[in-house]
């Protein structure tokens, strides 16, 4: 530093240096060596003082961690705790009823309606009910939409009806379930049926595992067997298995160059009989035996083309249908005919009665002819009223109806005693929801549903409750298609399922709710 300083000042002349004392420089440094040993003795002493009463470093910091671990889940408890007695209390708080700001004395009057006026005619049941409160009326269009729509949609139900409505479901399924653990011949007993509204489920389609490449003429349960039967004009016939949920196939046979017109069980129901669309020829499919049987020619029998017939209900007869009016009874046991029947004009139709001792046809006339089968004469015929063309007709397992079809939609539904005994009896009830000609007449086996169809129009379907004599209002479905156009149905032995084949190939398959048994 002395040789920067004459560079820094410049032109000031340096003085003389001190005169340094080094005896009381050494006494000096003597004394602070001697402070600095007692500081480092402090130190230490104090270090371990603190050892002794916190503990080493390590401890320290452990003891340190743990306490503040202890810390942070008891303000975690307390969180928790205020939050659940905060939740306690909100739970226990009874809200306090609003009071009305305004009150108004006409609220408590009920107001009525005038129920005469044309728009609201259609939602009274009967003159009494010249007037309605507003309440009722409500509550009637509630009931009319319900009706229209088969129910009350999902989207208006609240939580505890829909609730209610999947445990409903649950047990429907149970019980399907339980029905398809049976087999055999089935014995079933069930309070009547109810009308309005019917409790049906669409089923996966019964021939789903082997749709039809053509349109269906035929679908047709098994009398004791879980089985359904389909046959159309691909040239096949098809057995499937009933369960409802996948309907495996059991077989199917293709008959050559034979587009099927109609197939039928047997009554015992070990054999299936099948007619065509061009001639006389038909099949005899035995499943007992797995073979094809075809019958090109029956003795007795001069038609040039057999389509239509029916099985006699102990399976003893055929009765085949003609041209130009005649029936033929054939036997099953020497395929021949033993006696033939004529009617006026051509036939439309015709069924066997429940005990077999009796023919219902009808002509296309209108007029319905009534045999005796062993001696085949005409015990009584009268015309169908108000029919100018005849399409179908059917009759009742339990022998109390017969239903005769027209062209022009209309079915008629008579007491069969009343047939037999009158020369012209009347209607019970023309039902007249088909508007084009019905083609398919079924009663299911314990004769509380008639199923009538049309195969001129989509969704031309409809179940008529017996004996109301009343339509079903939530079948079909309203503005969805979803059977097309009919052109045979049939009941299960036990109207546990109803099935419709259509112009699509398909066997649509329906479970009626009511019935238990298959």
Known sequence: ???????????????????????????????????????????????????????????????????????????????????????????????????????????????????????????????AEARMTKQKLQQRLKEQFQKSMGGAPSWAETEVRKKKKKEEEEEDEDDEDNLMRKTGNFVGTSESLPKGIIRIKKCLKANNDRPADDRLTTVQFHPSAQVIMTAGLDHSISLFQVDGKTNPKIQSIHLERFPVNKACFSANGEQVIATGMRNKLFYIYDMMEGKIIPVPTVRGLTEQRVKEFEVSPEGDYLLLTGSSGYLHLMTMKTKEVIRSMKVSGNVCGTAFSADGSKIFSMSEEGEVFIWDVRSSKCLSRFPDEGCVRGTSIALSPDGHYLACGSQSGVVNVYSQQACVREAEPKPLKAVMNLVTAATALRFNPTSEILAIASRADDEANRLVHLPSLTVFSNFPVFRRKTIYRTHCLDFSPNSGFYSVANNKGDALLFRLLHYKDF
């Not at 008891?74 to 939050?83: A, G, I, K, M, N």
């Open 1 to 127: 530093m002395a040789t920067l300083l004459p560079h820094i000042r410049k032109g000031r002349k340096r003085g003389p240096d001190p005169v340094v004392d080094l005896d009381e420089e050494a006494n000096k440094r003597e004394k602070n060596v001697q402070l600095l040993r007692v500081l480092g003795e402090q130190d230490a002493s104090v270090k371990l003082l603190e050892d002794l009463v916190f503990g080493t470093e390590d401890e320290l910091v452990e003891r340190l961690e743990h306490e503040a671990g202890d810390m942070r889940g008891s303000l975690l408890d307390e969180e928790d705790s205020s939050d659940d007695e905060t939740e306690n209390e909100s739970r226990l708080q009874v809200p306090a009823a609003k009071k009305a700001v305004w009150e108004d004395d006409d609220d408590e009057v009920a107001e009525e309606v005038d129920m005469a006026h044309r728009f609201r005619t259609d939602f009274t049941k009967g003159s």
